[in-house]
T-cell receptor, first 114, second 111 residues
């Protein structure tokens, strides 16, 4: 298995621009998680989906952030408009239904907003 | 409250020595705990897990100890190697499939 796939790996954009991060979970996994990692706040859960349905979005910072999961093999995290304080590494993780809570993380997308 | 903070402690050990990384968790209702390893430029990687009905679990070169009385979790790495250098995170399952991560500990292995 290729593991969780994220794209792009690096994104540099100017303040005010729209940013879209993409994730392909491990095939057969039915839960998907979006995290943000910064030095100041550590690893924070933004939102997670079960069977393509958003379950908990309490970590989404504000209305500028939105996430979708149109099918079991694809999810997007969109920031519009982006701000410099959104600069972080964004991770996607997926989880199977095997009875454990072991989430498998992707390599992350490093976002820099100038 | 959640055991997420801004401080990132550092543990420096000599190659071949044993390492012990500690973690305090805050939710007494948590029933599952995981240790993750994160190398520079990569996503967190699963190391070992333990359920709340256990006190100890062993893997290859790693052991996790759980003390529910004081809400403390530790990761022991035997014969630490340079490849073990990374940031280590503990995480607790609070409810559903949600994990709450600690701030992390930097492990530096000196050759």
């Amino acid at each position: 298995d290729a593991g969780v796939i994220q794209s792009p790996r690096h994104e540099v954009t100017e303040m005010g621009q729209e940013v879209t991060l993409r994730c392909k979970p491990i095939s057969g996994h039915n839960s998907l998680f979006w995290y943000r990692q910064t030095m100041m706040r550590g690893l924070e859960l933004l939102i997670y989906f079960n069977n393509n349905v958003p379950i908990d979005d309490s970590g989404m910072p504000e209305d500028r952030f939105s996430a979708k999961m149109p099918n079991a093999s694809f999810s997007t995290l969109k920031i519009q408009p982006s701000e410099p304080r959104d600069s972080a590494v964004y991770f996607c993780a997926s989880l199977g239904a095997g009875g454990t809570y072991e989430q498998y993380f992707g390599p992350g997308t490093r976002l820099t907003v100038t | 409250g959640e055991s997420v903070g801004l401080h990132l402690p550092t543990l420096s050990v000599q190659e071949g020595d044993n390492s012990i990384i500690n973690c305090a968790y805050s939710n007494s209702a948590s029933d599952y705990f995981i240790w993750y390893k994160q190398e520079s430029g990569k996503g967190p990687q699963f190391i070992i897990d333990i359920r709340s009905n256990m006190d100890k679990r062993q893997g290859q070169r790693v052991t996790v100890l759980l003390n529910k009385t004081v809400k403390h979790l530790s990761l022991q790495i035997a014969a630490t190697q340079p490849g073990d250098s990374a940031v280590y995170f503990c995480a607790e399952n609070v409810y559903g499939n949600k994990l709450v991560f600690g701030a992390g500990t930097i492990l530096r292995v000196k050759s």
